[in-house]
Structure formats: structure tokens, C-alpha cells
């Protein structure tokens, strides 16, 4: 292949064979390995053939990422971008879009008809499909693959999963013919290495050639209280072992914030950059600053000029976008982040140092996944640049070098479908298929397809269960009480129970000195008839009765947890649609399907996009939020999409408006609420007014400086909120059947909001 100025790699040229056979391909391959030349072949056939291609993200940073790459690489005129809030060129050979504009474009209705939509495409890129593991968004990579007309090639990007091969043959069932390259192939080695802070020569190789955990290495002393607050941080010394091995620049990863801008401060004495570098730096931020001039107090300025700086979601986006284009030109030589850069954007390092192996969940610290640390320790080693990249693992006490071990020389994890029906998806379905043709594209997602091996711990008890049944069945010797031992149980404990009941009677009667009742002469009467019924078994006299009956009484058991773990087989196997009618059924009782079509309600429905769309239509539909101003109308819908948060926050006051709106928001959540729970649907409502009195006062005007004064709070959380309501408010502006005063209302809200810092991706 002439096409690329440089040797493919060995699982680069089998995959481009297969696109070139006209089949789908998933390659798995590990971080920087070079996944996206295979797109960019895809991307020269289909320029070169008249075809055209999409190319989907999990993110809109990469979207616009990719834009960019891809405008500079083949001609802005050839390329389109489609996001959410964002459309350009949308006809054009090259589309980038995120993975939700993707799945919706799959779905039609709004977007237009699917036949339209995906007229001339040849291929489909799904970068970092690996996605399909997160727990909010993986199952729109599974609807984007199971919709995917099949004339369609899938080219699938992922980085290394276990379970490749299922992937391959999950896309091989429901799409078309499909092939897997998978590799564990790095361009760049990378070299292990563990801060052990006791040792003279703090950093010491974690592994020796043999890959046995090196003996030098001693575990962190556990210490307690107020000990282990003031225990000291080695940040410095980690940054100066790697400044004196040549081995910057480095990403620091770290699981807090906080914690990011602490070492950031703590590294800033540190000489990282000549003066000719510190004067390319401020250069650079003249002129980035004059073209967002709201950055121009950043108190992080000063620490860029160190040529250290931090990189986590509290950070507002042009301020990330100037720290990663200063790290990419070489200039910034240690980015202090949180692990959410390991699956952002494009920012490879000479090395990458994590600073603990386990991490703080709600239920306490957890040793990170295998995929979790591959992702990071990923990010080592330029190609092209450095020959070798370097990982180094800070030790803690809540880790043993044994177990750090162990985690480097793990094999990644499995993708686990995280597939689950919304009101949206049941809509969306029923508008162009019946129930019958929706159940089969339901039953073809990844998590049906894989359920065989999430059942294989119940079929395997149930196996047992059936085995020790076997082993249990007996037959009488005398061929006599086969079909009648268990009638004749049945019989004998009523009469034991009878007969300890008539002893009591004739003891109370007796203590009173009075004649037995004509009932408790009948009582008695009906015992003894079932002992002399009991006589007339062969049982009665058997020497193997006890025997017998005891194993009866096992059996029994056994079948009725046989029973419980086939209806729950049963259930998992059907768990996927049972969700889909549950959502159904509660749609139906709102009136938004009849017949299993959707109503008009229920049309408008199916173009919502949020968490829950049955939610936010009944909103709508309510007509709470007639009557309010642009700023009102923003505050309400920032309450109604901010999750609960984790952290406390001070109250801020809302307008009496807004409050009365939430209020009778409320009634509408309890109604909801009580469908839900009737059919046992779990789709979150959010009533979080948190943000809700800063972005009232941004709509009205307020200074960006004004904002922040009010709370204490990551300027990127804060624009983050404001841009999820820019979300919400511009489906109110497409979706059919809203009212126009409404749209007005929300457009004018949308024009107020969109203004710098929160108009900048």
C-alpha cells in the first residue's frame, strides 16, 4: 500500500484486507498502537469510490478533535461535523459525529428518514467502541450496530478488551460477515517502574527480565489518623527522578481534583523549562488569551509558566484546550489529571506516573481494573519519538507491591453489555416496527447474545440440583409403595397432627370433669379413620419407610429450588424485553402508545433525548413552564437536569417563579413516580436546583467573575450544568408539538446562555 508514507504494521494490513473484501472489522489493539490509519484507509476508499463515510466518538472534544485532523488532512470541504449543538456540512464525503447523533440518525423520525440519512455511506467508524462498557451510554453503541443497515462495513476501534472474539461474532450474528484483528502489538514498549520511597534509589524497575516482582521493592508502613494526613508527598521527588532519567514530559495521575492543583502547586519551584520555553509559553498564552479574554486572571497562568499544569472537569474548556495544545508542543512538561484524560483526547507523554492502584468509591477503596490501568499506563510512549515508554506506580499503604504486580501483568477486562430499554427506545421502535419485529431487534443486543455466560453460574447450580435429584431416586424393593409413599406421608401427618390435637381436647375436657363434646367425639372419630386408612398401606409396616420418606423430604427441596432457579433462568434470559414492556406498559398507562403505536404525545416523545423522556414530556405537556422569561425558563430546566451531587453545596435562592414551577414539577414527579413503581421502571428525575440562581443571573446579564463569587465550585462544573440546559432548551426547539411560546421562550434563553466561557467546547 503506496498510500501511507511509512510500512503498515502487520495487523494494520489485515485489517485494511478485510475493508478491502467488503467486510466488517473489529481491531482491538492497545492504546497508540495506530488504530485510525485503519479508518483513514476506510476514508480514502470511500473518497476515492464516490462513497461516503461517518466517523463516530464517544465525545465531542474528539469530534471536534477528529474535525480538525481530518479538515487539515483531506480539505475542509470534504469533511462535516455533527454533535449535538453543532451541524456543518453534514453532506459532505467525511461525517464526524458523535455516537448518539449516530444512533438517532439510525432511528429516523426527526432526523429525517434512515434511507436519507445514510444515503451513499459505505463505512461506519465507531471509535473507542470499548464505550459499550459505560453504564450510562453503552447501549447506544449496541442500538448503533444493531440498527446499522448491513450494507454498511463497521470498522470497530476498540482498545484491548478479553472478549474480543464475542464482539466480533455478536456484530457477525446481527450486522453482516465480520473479522476480528486483535493485537497486543505496542509500537512503543513500555517500562515498569515503583516509587518506593523508603529505598535510597526511589525508583526501582517493578519487574525483573523474567516478569517476577523485583525484591527490593517493600511494601508502605500503614499509618492512621491524623498521621496519615500529614503524611509527606513525595510529588516533587517522583518529578525530579523522572526530570534526572530524562524521562518528561509525564502525565500524573491522580483521583481528585483537588489533589490535581495541589501537586501542580507543590511541583511549580521545580526548573521544568529553559527561559527560551518560558517565553514560547507566554507567547502562547498572549495569544490565546486574546482570543478568550475570560481567562486573562486564571490564577493557574503562573504555574503554565513552570511549565506544570493540571487538567480535570472542575477546569473550564478553553482553559484545557490551551494546557493540552502547550503539552502537546512539548512545552509543558508534567499535566497533573484525573484518570478522565486516560479516555479523552489524543495526549500521549514520554510517561505516565499513577499515583495509587486503588481508589476511593462510595463503598471505599477499590483496587483499579485492568482496563482502567491500561488505559493510563497507555498513554506512555510517543511514536515516533521515544523508543521506549515509562510507567511509573507510586506506592501506597492501600496497595502491596504484589498487587501491583499482578495488576500490571493482568489481562484487560471483559466488555459487559449495558444494554437496557428507555421510553425513548420503545417509542422510537414501535413508530416503524410492530412489537413482534421490535422484540427481535431487542433480542439481538450484545447483553442477549452474551447472556449465555452471565447464565452459565445458574444453569451450572441447576445441573447439580438435578444431579442430586438422580442420586436420590430410589425404587421400593417390594415394587409396592412407588407411587403411593407420598400420599401415604400426606395422610400420616394429619393424623399426627389430629392426634396430638385430640389428646389436648381430652385433657381440657377431662380437667373440668365434663363428658367430650359430640364435635371432639366426631374430631376423634375422623382420627382413627385415618389410622386405619394409614393400615391399609404396605408402607405402614415397612421397615424402609423412615428411609423413604426422609428422602422424599429432600427431593421435595430440591425440586422447589429447581423451580426457583428455573423462573429466574427464565428471567434473566428475558430480562432485556421484560425492561422493554415495563417501559411500555408504563407509556401505555400515559397515554403515549395505543395499539402499540405511539400517540401524538407519544411521537413527540420518542425525539426527546435525556434520562428520561417520559419525564420531561409530561413537563411540557403540563404547561408549567408557559408564562416564564428566558431566565426562568433556564433555571427550571438546570434543576431538572443537575444530578444529585456527591458534595455538599451552600443553598443559593431561587426567584419566587422558579420555586412555584418546581413545586408543581414535584406533583408531575410523584405521578410519574407511581407508574414507575407499579411496573417496577428505574429512570432517574432530577429536581436539583443547585445551579439554577447562577444561571438565572447569567441569562440576565451577570459577568462570568459575578458567577463564580456566588459558589465555590469548579468553574467547569458550573459551565458543564449550564450547557446540559442549552441541551434540553434546543430539543425544545426541534421536537414537534411544543408550544411556540414556548420555543420563542427558549431560543432567546439559548442566545443569552451561549456566550463566553460557555459557548467554547
Known sequence: MNEFPFELDDFQKEACEFIDKGESVVVCAPTGAGKTVIAEHAINNALKNGTRIFYTTPLKALSNQKYYDFGEKYGHDKVGLLTGDTSINRNAQIVIMTTEVFRNMLYGTNFGSVTDNMKDVKYVVLDEVHYMNDEQRGTVWEESIIYCPTNVQIIALSATVANAQELTDWINTVHSKTELVDTDFRPVPLKFFYFDSSQPTKLLPLLTPSGQLNKKIKPEKRVFGKKFQNKKSYVKEIIRNLQENDMLPAIYFTFSRKKCDEQMEKCASLDLVTRGEK??????????????????????????????????????????????????????????????????????????????????????????????????????????MDEVGYVTIVGTQF???????????????????????????????????????????????????????????????????????????????????????????????????????????????????????????????????????????????????????????????????????????ERQRDIFWNKFLAHRSVLIDFGYLRDDYPTENGITTSQIRSENELFIAQIIFSNVLENLTPAQLAAVVCAITTEDLRIDIPYLPISEPVRKTLNLIRNIRRKVEKVQNKYTVEAPMYINPYFSSLIELWVEGAEWETIIEQIDMGEGDIVRSFKRVVDVLRQFTTIDNVPESLVFTAREAIDKIQREPVDID
Not at 286 to 306: G, M, Q, R, S, V
Request: glycine share 4%; with cysteine.
Open 399 to 569: 496497595q502491596t507491591p504484589e498487587e501491583v504486580a499482578e495488576l500490571v501483568l493482568s489481562d484487560a477486562n471483559p466488555l459487559e453489555s449495558r444494554f437496557s430499554p428507555s421510553y425513548s427506545m420503545v417509542l422510537n421502535l414501535l413508530q416503524r416496527f410492530s412489537l413482534d419485529e421490535a422484540k427481535e431487534l431487542i433480542l439481538k443486543s450484545f447483553g442477549y447474545f452474551s447472556s449465555g455466560s452471565r447464565l452459565q453460574p445458574l444453569l451450572l447450580a441447576q445441573k447439580q440440583i438435578e444431579g442430586e435429584m438422580k442420586s436420590r431416586e430410589f425404587v421400593c424393593p417390594y415394587k409396592l409403595c412407588d407411587d403411593k409413599l407420598a400420599e401415604y406421608d400426606k395422610i400420616r401427618h394429619i393424623y399426627v397432627q389430629n392426634r396430638q390435637t385430640y389428646k389436648k381436647i381430652c385433657k381440657q375436657e377431662r380437667s373440668k370433669n365434663r363428658p367430650l363434646s359430640p364435635e371432639a367425639v366426631q374430631f376423634g372419630r375422623e382420627t382413627k379413620a385415618l389410622l386405619e386408612k394409614m393400615h391399609g398401606f404396605q408402607c405402614d409396616n415397612c421397615k424402609l419407610y423412615k428411609k423413604h420418606s426422609k428422602n422424599i423430604e429432600v427431593l421435595e427441596r430440591f425440586s422447589v429450588r429447581s423451580k426457583k432457579l428455573e423462573k429466574e433462568i
Open 279 to 384: 517565553a514560547q509559553i507566554r507567547q502562547f498564552i498572549d495569544e490565546f488569551i486574546a482570543e478568550n479574554p475570560h481567562l486573562y486572571n486564571n490564577k493557574h497562568i503562573e504555574y503554565l509558566l513552570c511549565g506544570v499544569a493540571s487538567h480535570h472537569a472542575g477546569l473550564l474548556p478553553a482553559w484545557k484546550i490551551l494546557v493540552e495544545k502547550l503539552f502537546q508542543k512539548g512545552l509543558i512538561k508534567v499535566v497533573f489529571a484525573t484518570e478522565t484524560l486516560a479516555a479523552g483526547i489524543n495526549m500521549p507523554a514520554r510517561s505516565t506516573v499513577i499515583s495509587s492502584t486503588s481508589k476511593r468509591t462510595d463503598s471505599g477503596h477499590r483496587m483499579l481494573t485492568a482496563s482502567e490501568f491500561l488505559q493510563m499506563s497507555g498513554r506512555a510512549g510517543r511514536r515516533g
